[in-house]
């Protein structure tokens, strides 16, 4: 089983940029891809980006495209999100996540960091 731990959540004025981390660790782990989703309070989880792991393919939201980068470091078992341009409504606790077929729903979670956009 992989765990996976955030890192890089603050708060930055609109306009600014973060970058987010996602530390996978565990024994002989396997991993298909690697996503981002964000909660903001009140509203259902939704999806940000992802990553195969092998390939490096990525998917974006619409919400995103052009603003978020993400990226993987195999070696060092990291998946960062380069957040640029923030807008309030970007305000949300992001969690990373992972599966281990294409198929499958995202079945592993890190506790998520919190991203606030000041106006």
């Known amino acids: 089983q992989v765990q996976l731990a955030e890192s890089g959540g603050g708060l930055v004025q609109a306009g600014g940029s973060l970058r987010l981390s996602c530390a996978l660790s565990?024994?002989?782990?396997?991993?298909?891809?690697v996503g981002w989703f964000r909660q903001a309070p009140g509203k259902e989880r939704e999806f940000v980006a992802s990553?195969?792991?092998?390939?490096?393919?990525?998917s974006y939201a619409d919400s995103v495209k052009g603003r978020f980068t993400i990226s993987r470091d195999n070696a060092n078992n990291l998946v960062s999100l380069q957040v640029n341009s923030l807008k309030p409504e970007d305000t949300a606790i992001y969690y990373c996540?992972?599966?281990?077929?294409?198929?499958?729903?995202?079945?592993?979670w890190g506790q998520g960091t919190q991203v606030t956009v000041s106006s």
């Open positions: 996540a992972s599966k281990r077929r294409s198929f499958q729903r995202y079945d592993s």
């Open positions: 990553i195969t792991w092998s390939d490096g393919d990525t």
């Open positions: 565990g024994r002989s782990f396997y991993v298909y891809a």
